[in-house]
């Protein structure tokens, strides 16, 4: 279930990440800012790291809570069939 959630969690930074710094990324001047071009916001070229660090921390937690799940689904799976033959 923690896997799903911050799963979930990194979708959502990445799509936050998309629409406030990846979108603009080309658009920065010298001075590392970028004007919408509707002029309703300004993006920082600091901003990208922001929403890419928690994308990039729940995406390793879901990474290591399944690896985690399938590890102990299969070694359980084992367990309980060599203890069946015997």
Not at 5 to 22: G, K
Request: charged letters at 15%.
């Amino acid at each position: 279930m923690i896997s799903v959630i911050s799963f979930t969690l990194s979708l959502a930074f990445a799509y936050a990440f998309y629409i406030r710094y990846y979108k603009w990324h080309n658009l920065f001047n010298e001075l590392g800012r970028c004007y919408n071009p509707d002029g309703s916001d300004q993006v920082y070229t600091t901003s990208g790291i922001i929403w890419a660090l928690p994308f990039a921390f729940f995406l390793i937690v879901s990474v290591i809570y399944f690896v985690k799940l399938i590890f102990e689904f299969k070694f359980s799976n084992n367990y309980k069939q060599n203890n069946h033959l015997k």
